[in-house]
């Protein structure tokens, strides 16, 4: 079982950059590949970014160059480095597993990205 709560939200200019973190309780964190997802209003949520246990990344097309996804095992920590930011991202941000579980969703932290 593994409870995630997003952080690191919140309103920036295009352009801007904010560093999302998700920290994980439970075992499966350290076992499991990990994503982000977004999902915009009156949208369904898509996938992000995805890293694997060893450390393999991969990126929706529209964030390529501009966002890194990484994990600290020692700190039960994912992470979401978003650079040069558009109106587009703006969206609720979600972590959890690669394939999610339904139960793992957490309440996601607001990114707004407006001048």
């Known amino acids: 079982q593994v409870q995630l709560v997003e952080s690191g939200g919140g309103l920036v200019q295009p352009g801007g950059s904010l560093r999302l973190s998700c920290a994980a309780s439970?075992?499966?964190?350290?076992?499991?590949?990990m994503a982000w997802y977004r999902q915009a209003p009156g949208n369904e949520r898509e996938l992000v970014a995805q890293i694997t246990t060893g450390g393999w990344t991969t990126y929706v097309n529209s964030v390529k160059g501009r966002f890194a996804i990484s994990r600290d095992y020692a700190k039960n920590t994912l992470y979401l480095q978003m650079n040069n930011l558009e109106p587009e991202d703006t969206a609720v941000y979600y972590c959890?597993?690669?394939?999610?579980?339904?139960?793992?969703w957490g309440q996601g932290t607001q990114v707004a990205v407006s001048s």
């Open positions: 959890n597993t690669d394939p999610p579980v339904a139960t793992y």
């Open positions: 439970g075992s499966d964190f350290s076992t499991k590949d």
